[in-house]
Protein backbone atom coordinates (compact mmCIF):
# COMPACT_ATOMS: atom_id res chain seq x y z
CA UNK A 1 0.00 0.00 0.00
CA UNK A 2 1.84 3.60 -1.14
CA UNK A 3 1.25 6.81 1.04
CA UNK A 4 -1.78 8.44 -0.71
CA UNK A 5 -3.42 5.05 0.07
CA UNK A 6 -2.56 4.54 3.26
CA UNK A 7 -3.90 8.05 3.66
CA UNK A 8 -7.07 7.70 2.09
CA UNK A 9 -7.77 4.06 4.48
CA UNK A 10 -7.23 5.94 7.21
CA UNK A 11 -9.73 8.86 6.26
CA UNK A 12 -12.43 6.13 5.28
CA UNK A 13 -11.69 4.52 8.55
CA UNK A 14 -12.31 7.65 10.43
CA UNK A 15 -15.34 8.34 8.65
CA UNK A 16 -16.61 5.30 10.20
CA UNK A 17 -16.79 5.68 13.90
CA UNK A 18 -20.43 6.91 14.24
CA UNK A 19 -22.10 3.90 13.11
CA UNK A 20 -18.76 1.57 13.18
CA UNK A 21 -20.53 -0.96 15.78
CA UNK A 22 -24.27 -0.77 13.96
CA UNK A 23 -23.05 -1.73 10.56
CA UNK A 24 -20.20 -4.35 12.35
CA UNK A 25 -22.97 -6.19 14.01
CA UNK A 26 -24.99 -6.21 11.09
CA UNK A 27 -22.06 -7.65 8.73
CA UNK A 28 -21.37 -10.35 10.99
CA UNK A 29 -25.02 -10.76 11.32
CA UNK A 30 -24.96 -10.19 15.20
CA UNK A 31 -22.03 -12.14 16.03
CA UNK A 32 -19.06 -9.70 16.44
CA UNK A 33 -19.70 -9.71 20.20
CA UNK A 34 -19.16 -12.85 20.78
CA UNK A 35 -16.02 -13.32 18.46
CA UNK A 36 -14.41 -10.48 20.64
CA UNK A 37 -15.35 -12.09 23.88
CA UNK A 38 -13.57 -15.32 22.31
CA UNK A 39 -10.69 -13.17 22.00
CA UNK A 40 -10.74 -11.64 25.68
CA UNK A 41 -11.06 -15.03 27.20
CA UNK A 42 -7.75 -16.23 25.53
CA UNK A 43 -5.80 -13.24 26.70
CA UNK A 44 -4.03 -14.15 30.36
CA UNK A 45 -3.89 -11.60 33.27
CA UNK A 46 -1.29 -8.82 33.43
CA UNK A 47 -0.17 -6.04 30.83
CA UNK A 48 -2.51 -6.22 27.30
CA UNK A 49 -1.66 -4.17 24.15
CA UNK A 50 -4.54 -3.59 21.59
CA UNK A 51 -2.95 -2.52 18.16
CA UNK A 52 -5.23 -0.91 15.98
CA UNK A 53 -7.85 -0.22 18.98
CA UNK A 54 -10.37 1.79 16.90
CA UNK A 55 -13.45 3.29 18.60
CA UNK A 56 -12.57 0.94 21.47
CA UNK A 57 -15.70 -1.54 20.80
CA UNK A 58 -13.04 -4.77 22.13
CA UNK A 59 -11.23 -2.69 24.65
CA UNK A 60 -14.38 -1.36 26.54
CA UNK A 61 -15.06 -4.58 27.60
CA UNK A 62 -12.03 -6.03 28.87
CA UNK A 63 -11.86 -6.49 32.28
CA UNK A 64 -8.56 -6.69 34.75
CA UNK A 65 -5.95 -6.37 32.76
CA UNK A 66 -3.38 -3.29 31.98
CA UNK A 67 -4.47 -1.87 29.19
CA UNK A 68 -2.55 -0.13 26.23
CA UNK A 69 -4.49 1.14 23.59
CA UNK A 70 -2.58 1.88 20.46
CA UNK A 71 -3.73 3.55 16.84
CA UNK A 72 -2.76 5.87 14.21
CA UNK A 73 -5.88 8.10 13.86
CA UNK A 74 -6.52 10.54 16.77
CA UNK A 75 -10.08 10.62 16.37
CA UNK A 76 -10.10 6.79 16.99
CA UNK A 77 -7.98 7.54 20.01
CA UNK A 78 -10.18 10.10 21.74
CA UNK A 79 -13.57 8.27 21.08
CA UNK A 80 -12.20 4.99 22.42
CA UNK A 81 -10.62 6.99 25.59
CA UNK A 82 -13.70 8.31 26.19
CA UNK A 83 -15.61 5.54 26.09
CA UNK A 84 -12.86 2.50 27.11
CA UNK A 85 -12.23 4.95 30.53
CA UNK A 86 -15.67 5.57 31.51
CA UNK A 87 -15.94 1.61 31.70
CA UNK A 88 -13.01 1.34 33.28
CA UNK A 89 -13.70 3.79 36.22
CA UNK A 90 -17.38 2.30 36.82
CA UNK A 91 -15.26 -1.41 37.59
CA UNK A 92 -13.26 0.79 39.54
CA UNK A 93 -10.15 0.10 37.32
CA UNK A 94 -7.14 2.18 36.38
CA UNK A 95 -7.85 3.88 33.43
CA UNK A 96 -6.20 2.76 29.70
CA UNK A 97 -3.13 4.04 27.80
CA UNK A 98 -4.09 5.49 24.34
CA UNK A 99 -0.99 5.64 22.20
CA UNK A 100 -0.83 7.12 18.76
CA UNK A 101 1.68 4.86 16.65
CA UNK A 102 1.17 1.85 13.73
CA UNK A 103 2.17 -1.60 14.33
CA UNK A 104 4.83 -1.97 12.13
CA UNK A 105 6.68 0.67 14.92
CA UNK A 106 5.59 -0.14 18.08
CA UNK A 107 6.87 2.60 20.55
CA UNK A 108 7.02 0.19 23.74
CA UNK A 109 10.23 -1.50 24.82
CA UNK A 110 11.33 -5.13 24.21
CA UNK A 111 10.00 -7.53 26.51
CA UNK A 112 7.13 -5.22 27.93
CA UNK A 113 3.28 -7.14 27.56
CA UNK A 114 1.96 -10.49 28.96
CA UNK A 115 -0.80 -10.35 25.08
CA UNK A 116 -0.72 -8.15 22.51
CA UNK A 117 -4.08 -8.48 20.40
CA UNK A 118 -5.47 -7.07 17.23
CA UNK A 119 -8.99 -7.15 15.83
CA UNK A 120 -10.14 -6.41 12.77
CA UNK A 121 -7.09 -4.54 12.20
CA UNK A 122 -4.30 -6.68 10.59
CA UNK A 123 -5.95 -6.69 7.26
CA UNK A 124 -4.81 -2.90 6.99
CA UNK A 125 -1.31 -3.07 8.28
CA UNK A 126 0.65 -1.88 5.20
CA UNK A 127 3.56 -4.18 6.24
CA UNK A 128 2.05 -7.12 8.21
CA UNK A 129 5.67 -9.28 8.40
CA UNK A 130 7.17 -5.92 10.09
CA UNK A 131 4.05 -5.71 12.27
CA UNK A 132 4.16 -9.25 13.36
CA UNK A 133 8.09 -8.78 14.67
CA UNK A 134 7.27 -5.82 16.57
CA UNK A 135 4.59 -7.51 18.02
CA UNK A 136 6.88 -10.25 18.98
CA UNK A 137 9.87 -7.65 20.02
CA UNK A 138 7.57 -6.09 22.92
CA UNK A 139 6.36 -9.62 24.24
CA UNK A 140 7.69 -11.30 27.23
CA UNK A 141 9.03 -14.71 26.42
CA UNK A 142 5.97 -17.20 26.46
CA UNK A 143 3.61 -14.28 25.97
CA UNK A 144 0.24 -14.34 23.66
CA UNK A 145 -0.56 -13.07 20.38
CA UNK A 146 -3.85 -13.12 19.70
CA UNK A 147 -5.53 -11.75 15.96
CA UNK A 148 -9.03 -12.01 14.29
CA UNK A 149 -10.23 -11.09 10.89
CA UNK A 150 -12.76 -12.00 8.31
CA UNK A 151 -11.94 -15.46 7.39
CA UNK A 152 -10.38 -16.47 4.03
CA UNK A 153 -9.19 -20.02 3.62
CA UNK A 154 -8.96 -20.37 0.56
CA UNK A 155 -9.98 -18.44 -3.09
CA UNK A 156 -13.32 -19.80 -3.04
CA UNK A 157 -14.05 -18.72 0.66
CA UNK A 158 -12.63 -15.97 -0.04
CA UNK A 159 -14.68 -15.04 -3.32
CA UNK A 160 -17.58 -15.78 -0.83
CA UNK A 161 -16.76 -12.91 1.38
CA UNK A 162 -16.03 -10.26 -1.28
CA UNK A 163 -19.99 -11.22 -2.55
CA UNK A 164 -21.36 -11.04 1.58
CA UNK A 165 -18.98 -7.36 1.47
CA UNK A 166 -19.56 -5.88 -2.16
CA UNK A 167 -23.04 -6.56 -1.93
CA UNK A 168 -24.76 -7.31 1.86
CA UNK A 169 -22.34 -5.06 3.70
CA UNK A 170 -21.86 -2.30 0.89
CA UNK A 171 -26.02 -2.17 0.83
CA UNK A 172 -26.78 -1.55 4.51
CA UNK A 173 -23.80 0.83 4.33
CA UNK A 174 -25.40 2.74 1.86
CA UNK A 175 -28.55 3.27 4.01
CA UNK A 176 -26.91 3.77 7.39
CA UNK A 177 -24.72 6.22 5.75
CA UNK A 178 -26.50 7.86 3.48
CA UNK A 179 -24.02 8.20 0.77
CA UNK A 180 -23.41 5.85 -1.99
CA UNK A 181 -19.05 6.63 -1.76
CA UNK A 182 -19.42 5.22 2.09
CA UNK A 183 -16.32 3.80 4.20
CA UNK A 184 -17.17 0.31 3.71
CA UNK A 185 -15.81 0.68 0.13
CA UNK A 186 -12.48 -0.22 1.77
CA UNK A 187 -13.09 -3.02 3.81
CA UNK A 188 -13.99 -5.18 0.54
CA UNK A 189 -11.00 -3.51 -0.98
CA UNK A 190 -8.49 -4.76 1.82
CA UNK A 191 -10.08 -7.97 2.66
CA UNK A 192 -9.76 -8.95 -1.64
CA UNK A 193 -6.18 -8.04 -0.82
CA UNK A 194 -5.82 -9.96 2.25
CA UNK A 195 -4.05 -13.24 2.40
CA UNK A 196 -5.39 -17.05 3.33
CA UNK A 197 -5.55 -18.38 7.12
CA UNK A 198 -2.12 -20.29 5.58
CA UNK A 199 -0.34 -17.46 4.60
CA UNK A 200 -0.44 -15.94 8.47
CA UNK A 201 0.18 -19.17 10.02
CA UNK A 202 3.47 -19.53 7.64
CA UNK A 203 4.54 -15.77 8.64
CA UNK A 204 3.83 -15.93 12.19
CA UNK A 205 6.17 -19.08 12.27
CA UNK A 206 8.37 -17.31 9.88
CA UNK A 207 8.64 -14.26 12.35
CA UNK A 208 9.63 -16.44 15.31
CA UNK A 209 5.91 -17.38 17.36
CA UNK A 210 5.55 -20.31 18.74
CA UNK A 211 2.29 -22.74 19.04
CA UNK A 212 0.86 -21.49 16.55
CA UNK A 213 -2.48 -22.29 15.59
CA UNK A 214 -6.13 -20.81 14.33
CA UNK A 215 -9.49 -21.86 14.53
CA UNK A 216 -12.60 -20.82 12.07
CA UNK A 217 -14.97 -19.21 14.35
CA UNK A 218 -18.48 -20.90 13.31
CA UNK A 219 -20.23 -20.36 10.88
CA UNK A 220 -16.97 -19.66 8.75
CA UNK A 221 -17.30 -16.10 9.20
CA UNK A 222 -13.67 -15.26 11.48
CA UNK A 223 -10.86 -16.79 12.03
CA UNK A 224 -8.77 -16.17 15.15
CA UNK A 225 -4.90 -16.79 14.87
CA UNK A 226 -3.16 -17.87 18.53
CA UNK A 227 0.28 -17.82 19.16
CA UNK A 228 3.12 -17.79 21.72
CA UNK A 229 6.62 -15.72 21.78
CA UNK A 230 9.18 -18.42 22.18
C1 LIG B 1 -11.75 -1.68 12.01
S1 LIG B 1 -10.91 -0.89 13.29
C2 LIG B 1 -10.91 -2.11 14.57
C3 LIG B 1 -11.34 -1.60 15.89
C4 LIG B 1 -11.36 -2.58 17.06
N1 LIG B 1 -10.12 -3.27 17.20
C5 LIG B 1 -12.49 -3.57 17.00
O1 LIG B 1 -12.39 -4.63 17.60
O2 LIG B 1 -13.52 -3.29 16.40
C6 LIG B 1 -9.25 -1.05 12.67
C7 LIG B 1 -8.30 -0.06 13.32
O3 LIG B 1 -6.96 -0.45 12.97
C8 LIG B 1 -6.20 0.72 12.81
N2 LIG B 1 -5.03 0.44 11.95
C9 LIG B 1 -5.00 0.31 10.61
N3 LIG B 1 -3.74 0.11 10.19
C10 LIG B 1 -2.97 0.10 11.30
C11 LIG B 1 -1.57 -0.07 11.52
N4 LIG B 1 -0.72 -0.25 10.51
N5 LIG B 1 -1.12 -0.02 12.79
C12 LIG B 1 -1.98 0.16 13.82
N6 LIG B 1 -3.32 0.33 13.68
C13 LIG B 1 -3.80 0.29 12.42
C14 LIG B 1 -7.16 1.71 12.16
O4 LIG B 1 -6.76 3.04 12.37
C15 LIG B 1 -8.49 1.37 12.83
O5 LIG B 1 -8.80 2.22 13.87
Redesign the pocket.
Known amino acids: MGDEEWEE??RN?EA?IPV?DKI?RFATLGQVSRW?GMVRKMLPEGRVL?????????AEDLVGRELVC????PE?LRTAEERVNVARKSRGEEPAEFVK????NLPFEDDYFDAVC????FR???DKRT?LTEALRVLKPGATLVIIEPAKLNSIHGFLGVIWMKYWVAAYARIVCGVKDHPWKWLTKTYSEFGTTRDYINMLKQTGFTDVSSKLIFPGMATIWHAKAP
Not at 70 to 73: A, G, R, S, T, W
Not at 118 to 121: A, E, G, Q, Y
Open positions: LQLTYNREIGCGPGSFLDPIMGIAETLFSDWFG
